[in-house]
C-alpha cells in the first residue's frame, strides 16, 4: 500500500481494528501495510486506544515481546447498556405487540440490524473474559443474536437444530422437556459441528421456564463440553422458577396482561446490584 498521509492512516487503522475483533495484530502488519516505522505505527495506536476508552467503544491490549501485537477488545459501559435496553422496553411495552396466550412479538425488533448489533456487542461485553470456544444458540430465532455476539467475539457459531438434517452428517440427539408447554422434544447436534470440550457461550432470544438452554446443556455433556455462560435477550418474570440458575438477561418481561393491554418490561439482572459481569 503507497505511504498515506496520517489522518488517513488513523482512520484506516481504526477500520482494521474495529473488523478485527479479539485477533491479535502484529505491529509489523501495519508497518507493511502503510509502509511506516514502527515508532510511527505505535504512536498512532496510542491515539486510537485513547479514543476507544474515552468514546466507550473498547479497549486496545498490547503485547509486548517479539510475537506481540495489538488487540482490539469491545466493550460498552453498563451506562450506555441501560440506557439502551430502557428505550427497548418501550418499545416491549407496545399493547399491539400481545399475542393469543400471553405471548410477545417481537420479530420485527429481531429483525433491527442496528437492535441485534447493540445487544450482539452488550454480550461481547458482558463474556469478553470467558475464555470461550465457540457461541451457541437453538434455531431459529436466537440465530441473528447468537452471529452478532460471535461477531464481536471473533468465534464461530454452532447451531442446534430442532431435527437432524441429512446435510449434517451423524448427529447427536436428545429428548428434552420444553419448559412452556411441558412437552417432549427433540434436539440434535451434528458431531462435526463441535470438538469434545469445547468451552461454549449459549446464546438465546427468549427464555421462559429454560427448557430449552437446560436441553442444550444436557446436549453439550454428550460432547463433554462445558458451559462458559448463558446470555438471554429477554427473559420472562412471570415463572417462580427457571430451569437455568446461572444466566444473564438483559430484558425481563414481569407481566403480560391479554385483557388489559399491560405490559410490564424492565431491565434484565445484568442491570442489578447483584451482577458483577462487567
Given at each position: 500500500m503507497k505511504k498515506m498521509k496520517r489522518s488517513a492512516r488513523l482512520v484506516e487503522m481504526t477500520q482494521y481494528l474495529l473488523f478485527r475483533p479479539h485477533t491479535l495484530i502484529p505491529l509489523t502488519t501495519f508497518a507493511d501495510r502503510y509502509n511506516s516505522a514502527k515508532s510511527s505505527i505505535s504512536e498512532d495506536l496510542a491515539i486510537i486506544k485513547e479514543?476507544?476508552?474515552?468514546?466507550?467503544?473498547?479497549?486496545?491490549?498490547?503485547?509486548?515481546?517479539?510475537?506481540?501485537?495489538?488487540?482490539?477488545?469491545?466493550?460498552?459501559?453498563?451506562?450506555?447498556?441501560?440506557?439502551?435496553?430502557?428505550?427497548?422496553?418501550?418499545?416491549?411495552?407496545?399493547?399491539?405487540?400481545?399475542?393469543?396466550?400471553?405471548?410477545?412479538?417481537?420479530?420485527?425488533?429481531?429483525?433491527q440490524p442496528l437492535i441485534l448489533n447493540e445487544v450482539g456487542k452488550m454480550f461481547a461485553s458482558v463474556f469478553a473474559g470467558k475464555d470461550i470456544d465457540v457461541v451457541m444458540t437453538v434455531e431459529t430465532k436466537g440465530i441473528p443474536l447468537a452471529y452478532s455476539?460471535?461477531?464481536?467475539?471473533?468465534?464461530?457459531?454452532?447451531?442446534?437444530?430442532?431435527?437432524?438434517?441429512?446435510?449434517?452428517?451423524?448427529?447427536?440427539?436428545?429428548?428434552?422437556?420444553?419448559?412452556?408447554?411441558?412437552?417432549?422434544?427433540?434436539?440434535?447436534?451434528?458431531?462435526?459441528?463441535?470438538?469434545?470440550?469445547?468451552?461454549?457461550?449459549?446464546?438465546?432470544?427468549?427464555?421462559?421456564?429454560?427448557?430449552?438452554?437446560?436441553?442444550?446443556?444436557?446436549?453439550?455433556?454428550?460432547?463433554?463440553?462445558?458451559?462458559?455462560g448463558v446470555g438471554v435477550f429477554v427473559e420472562s418474570g412471570e415463572v417462580e422458577e427457571h430451569l437455568v440458575e446461572d444466566y444473564i438477561s438483559l430484558a425481563k418481561l414481569s407481566a403480560v396482561d391479554p385483557k388489559t393491554k399491560q405490559i410490564t418490561a424492565e431491565p434484565g439482572n445484568y442491570f442489578s446490584e447483584e451482577s458483577d459481569e462487567e
Open positions: 479514543v476507544f476508552e474515552e468514546e466507550g467503544l473498547g479497549e486496545l491490549q498490547t503485547l509486548a515481546g517479539a510475537a506481540g501485537g495489538v488487540k482490539f477488545i469491545p466493550r460498552v459501559s453498563k451506562t450506555h447498556s441501560l440506557q439502551f435496553i430502557t428505550q427497548l422496553c418501550r418499545q416491549l411495552k407496545q399493547p399491539e405487540r400481545i399475542l393469543p396466550g400471553g405471548y410477545l412479538y417481537m420479530s420485527d425488533i429481531m429483525g455476539t460471535a461477531t464481536y467475539l471473533n468465534l464461530p457459531v454452532v447451531i442446534v437444530r430442532r431435527d437432524n438434517k441429512v446435510t449434517e452428517g451423524s448427529a447427536v440427539s436428545i429428548n428434552y422437556v420444553s419448559g412452556s408447554n411441558k412437552r417432549i422434544q427433540t434436539m440434535s447436534l451434528s458431531r462435526r459441528a463441535l470438538k469434545e470440550e469445547s468451552r461454549v457461550l449459549i446464546i438465546d432470544d427468549f427464555m421462559r421456564v429454560g427448557g430449552t438452554i437446560h436441553g442444550m446443556m444436557d446436549l453439550l455433556q454428550e460432547f463433554k463440553a462445558t458451559v462458559k
